[in-house]
Each structure stands twice: as C-alpha cells, then as structure tokens.
C-alpha cells in the first residue's frame, strides 16, 4: 500500500502551528532569527504583550523587544509567520540599533517606512534614503543591511524570507498560490539593493497591518505576507526601481558634519555659503545631499528643530515666551509667536497651559 497523505486541513494544521520553529526554547531571543538583525542592544520583555487566537500560542507566536544604546532607544515586536517566515514591527527613536550585523546566508531582508528616514547602503560606499511609503528588499547572502536612522525616527515593518528554512509543504502551498520563491530569491540576489518608490499597492500590503485589531493580528499577517509574497513574485525590479539620488560615502559624511554643527548651533543662523565655505562642499550639492538624508532643506529642518526646543523648553522651564523665543534664535517674538501658530496650532502661551 502507499503511503497515507495528510488530508488538506491536517497539511494546513500542520503548517501554522510549526510556523515558530527553529531548535531553540520558544522563550528565548534566538527562537527568532530576527533578532539578531538588531544586535546585542535588544531585551526582551518580561511577558509576551500578544494574546493571539490562531492556534499557536502566544509566546511562541510573538515576543517584544526593547533596544537601548548611546543613539535612543527603540522598541519591536516579531511575529512567527510560518517556518523560515517572520514580520517585525520597529518603533525606533534611536540614530542606529546595529553597526556590527553580519551576513546571513539565505536570508531576504524586505523593508516598508511606515514614518521617518532609513539609511540604506548601495554596493561599498553608496547610501540613498528610504522616506515614509517605501519598500526596499536586499539579500543578506554576503553584506549585511546596516540599519541607520539619520533623524533619530522611524516606525516601519520588516519581513524577514530564510530560504533555507522554509518547509517543503509550504513551498507546496506558495506554489499553488502562484507564489515562486526561487524568483523572488533571484530578485534580491541580482542587485545590492532595490527600493521601489511609495505606492498604492505597497500602502494597500502594509499600512492596514497598523489598523488591524489585536485578537486577529496573527491571522491577518499571514495573509498579507502572501499577497506581498505573490506581489513580489510578479515584480519587474528594473522598471520598479527607484530614481531616488545616491550620495558617496564622502559626502554624507560632510552632511553629517554639518548637521551636527547646526544642532549644537541651533540658536544661531547661517548661510548656505558660509556652511558650504566652512565645510569645503558646493552650495548645489549640499542642498541636495542634506534633502536626501534629512528629508527636508536645511532653512526647513532647522526651523522645526527651533521650535521642537522651544515646545521642550514650554513644557520644562519657567522661561518667558520672549526669552524661549530668543533662546531658539528668534530675535522677533511675534516672528517666533507666528512660527509656533503654524507648526502646533496654537500660541506659545496657550500650549503652556494646556501642557
């Protein structure tokens, strides 16, 4: 006699409840091969904060981290999506989580920008910058992706694909769902790096995994992860590629100097030629640069730096209006008054009894 097949709801049973998988105690950090794209900065939480209903339990389905270094902090939450399948949420108020990640063979790091900027390294020495909407996806098979996060902010999703890790049933299961894993395998080998500009299908995939409620989170990220799975099967990466500028090495160091320097300065105000004469870069490319980085101009990024200290200093010291204003570098307090309307919606003086 043959041999006996599983009927399709045992095969299906079977599938999500080894999804955790992996050899390590469900309760510890490398039961999530995730992790360790955050370095040693992440601990867990104490206690899981997910009750899930999917059949799997809530411990081996989800685990929260906190990271802390010198840059922030940040906070992440990883789900077990099937074997070899994992999604991650990232909460980061941090300026970098891990400077030391190392190669993973076989593994697909993708990448969705919820809010902020992430740093993204081209090749050796070329960086670009995802912005809120973008989808970027890289193997780690030689390099690893250095997570950056030039405005210390950034909330976004990452899915992690180890190939070879996931289980011959489930390629079964993708292949009947048009899903083929060894073209999106060869999509994120046949370049450094592709990211691919914000658009509705992308903001269709990720943004409603923010919305759904927690009871069914579990259930409803696995079906996303599918449809991002057949999206990427049916991906033309060359005509999808993003246009985005890319920056040498040299010159996002220069930027970064530079926007260093105004923030220690933040209450005086320069010119774009005295910054380009001070720090040896042409007005043009300097301007562009610190765009593509920061994700604002210079004049733009340093008023709303001015006036996020002058909404602290509000809040936290008994401080005049007049002298916030000139702490800030506004020498005209209607002129500040005026600038603060437009960025909170009301005046200094009413945010600070409504603080």
Do not use: W
Request: hydrophobic share 35%.
């Amino acid at each position: 006699m043959g041999v006996l097949m599983k009927n399709p709801y045992e095969l299906a049973k079977d599938i999500l409840l080894n999804a955790s998988g992996g050899d390590a105690a469900a309760d510890t950090p490398g039961s999530f091969s995730s992790i360790d794209l955050y370095g040693t900065v992440a601990r867990r939480y104490s206690e899981s904060k997910v009750n899930s209903e999917d059949g799997v339990s809530a411990d081996d389905a989800c685990q929260c981290f906190h990271l802390e270094n010198e840059s922030g902090v940040g906070d992440i939450t990883m789900y077990h999506v099937f074997r070899g399948i994992e999604l991650v949420y990232n909460d980061m108020h941090m300026a970098y989580c891990n400077k030391n990640q190392q190669p993973a063979p076989e593994v697909l790091e993708i990448n969705y920008c919820r809010e902020g900027r992430c740093e993204c390294l081209f090749g050796e020495h070329q960086y670009c910058y995802m912005s809120a909407g973008d989808l970027s996806f890289c193997s780690l098979q030689e390099r690893s992706h250095q997570s950056e996060f030039p405005t210390a902010h950034y909330h976004g999703i990452t899915v992690t694909v180890n190939f070879s890790t996931v289980t011959d049933e489930m390629k079964k299961v993708l292949e009947l769902l048009s899903v083929d894993l060894e073209r999106i395998k060869a999509l994120s080998m046949a370049s450094d790096f592709v990211m691919i500009r914000a658009n509705s299908t992308v903001e269709h995939i990720f943004s409603e995994l923010y919305k759904v409620p927690e009871t069914i989170r579990l259930g409803y990220i696995r079906v996303k992860i599918l449809e991002l799975l057949l999206v990427l099967t049916g991906l033309d990466a060359v005509s999808e590629r993003s246009e985005r500028a890319h920056f040498s090495e040299i010159q996002i160091e220069v930027i970064k100097e530079i926007h260093d320097f105004l923030v220690a300065h933040y209450y005086e105000h320069y010119t774009i030629d005295e910054l380009s004469e001070r720090f040896g870069i042409s007005p043009t490319a300097m301007k562009k640069c610190f765009k593509g980085v920061y994700g604002d101009s210079i004049y733009a990024y340093m008023k709303l730096y001015r006036l996020q200290v002058a909404e602290r200093l509000l809040k936290e010291s008994d401080m005049t209006v007049a002298e916030i204003a000139a702490k800030v570098g506004y020498l005209n307090p209607n002129k500040f008054t005026s600038a603060f309307c437009s960025q909170y919606g009301m005046p200094p003086t009413a945010f600070r009894k409504n603080v």
